[in-house]
C-alpha cells in the first residue's frame, strides 16, 4: 500500500497573535513544538516509517519535520526542500491581525481572502522590503515566479508542476512520502488529490500538526484517507481554524 502522509506544522508565532503570515518566516511556539512532536509520537506509534520527506522554505514547516523526524528515530531520512511548498503568499494582509482585519472590512470579506478559490489580497509593492525579491533564499527563483500575493488558485499553480515532477512519481518506487506544509498550500494538494471542488474548498481548515493519510491503490489513484487522532478533537481544531477570521 502507497501512502503520502501531509502536516501542517506546529502552532506558530503568528498563529498565536493571530496574524495573516503567508511567507512571512516566523518561527514555531512552545506548543508548537510540542505539537509537532506529538505528531512524531502518533506517527510512530501507528508504525509508519517514510522513504521521503519534502517541505517548505520556511522554518514554521522544516522546523516541525525536524521535531518528526526527531520523535521517530528518522533524522537520516532524505529530506527535499523546495519553495513551490510555501504557504500561499498572503500579499499586504501579511502582519496583520485576522480579527481586527474582519472588524475593518468584515467577516465575509476576510473569508473571500482567506478561503476562497480565485480571489487574492491586494499585493505587496515592488518597494516592500517583505517581498521575496530581496530575500536571498529565493535567488534562484525567477522574479516573474516570486508571488507578491496570491489566490488558493496560485498556489495550486505554483505547487503542481512540483508535486508532479518530484513527489508524486516517486510512490511508484516509495512505500510512503510524508509532506510537512502549511494550511493553505495543503489545502491545494487536497483540493487536487481528492478533487474537491472550488465551492466545496472554502469549508476545508486544517488543524496544525495532525497527520493526515493519503492511501493510493496500484494504479495511484486515492482510495482512502483519513486523520490520525481523535476525530471529536481534531473537528474542534477545525473550527478554531476557520473562527480565526472572525471579529472579536
Ligand atoms: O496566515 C496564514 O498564512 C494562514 C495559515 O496559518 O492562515 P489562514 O488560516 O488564515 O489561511
Redesign the pocket.
Known amino acids: 500500500m502507497r501512502k503520502i502522509v501531509l502536516l501542517r506544522h506546529g502552532e506558530?508565532a503568528?498563529?498565536k497573535e493571530n496574524?495573516?503570515?503567508?511567507w512571512t518566516d516566523v518561527d514555531l511556539t512552545e506548543k508548537g513544538i510540542a505539537e509537532a512532536e506529538k505528531a512524531g509520537e502518533t506517527l510512530k506509534e501507528y508504525g509508519f516509517n517514510f522513504d521521503k520527506a519534502y517541505t517548505s522554505y520556511l522554518k514554521r514547516a522544516v522546523k516541525t519535520l525536524n521535531c518528526v523526524l526527531d520523535k521517530m528515530d528518522l533524522d537520516w531520512l532524505p529530506v527535499e526542500k523546495n519553495w513551490s511548498l510555501n504557504?500561499?503568499h498572503?500579499g499586504d494582509l501579511q502582519g496583520l491581525n485576522?480579527a481586527e482585519t474582519a472588524g475593518k472590512y468584515g467577516e465575509e470579506q476576510v473569508l473571500i481572502w482567506?478561503?476562497s478559490y480565485d480571489i487574492a489580497p491586494n499585493p505587496l509593492s515592488e518597494s516592500d522590503l517583505r517581498n521575496a525579491r530581496f530575500d536571498y533564499r529565493y535567488h534562484e527563483v525567477p522574479d516573474a515566479e516570486l508571488p507578491r500575493t496570491e489566490s488558493l488558485k496560485d498556489t495550486i499553480e505554483r505547487i503542481m508542476p512540483y508535486w508532479e515532477s518530484d513527489i508524486f512519481p516517486n510512490l511508484k518506487t516509495a512505500h510512503t512520502l510524508l509532506v510537512v506544509a502549511?494550511?493553505?498550500s495543503l489545502r491545494g494538494i487536497i483540493k487536487h488529490l481528492k478533487h474537491i471542488s472550488d465551492e466545496e474548498i472554502v469549508k476545508l481548515?486544517l488543524p496544525t500538526a495532525v497527520p493526515y493519510v493519503f492511501e493510493f491503490d496500484e494504479n495511484l489513484n486515492v482510495s482512502n484517507d483519513y486523520f490520525l487522532g481523535n476525530a471529536e478533537e481534531i473537528k474542534k481544531m477545525m473550527e478554531a481554524?476557520a473562527n480565526?477570521?472572525k471579529k472579536k
Do not use: C
Open positions: 506558530s503568528w498563529n496574524r495573516f503570515t503567508g504557504e500561499k498572503y485576522k482567506r478561503r502549511h494550511g493553505n481548515n481554524v480565526q477570521g
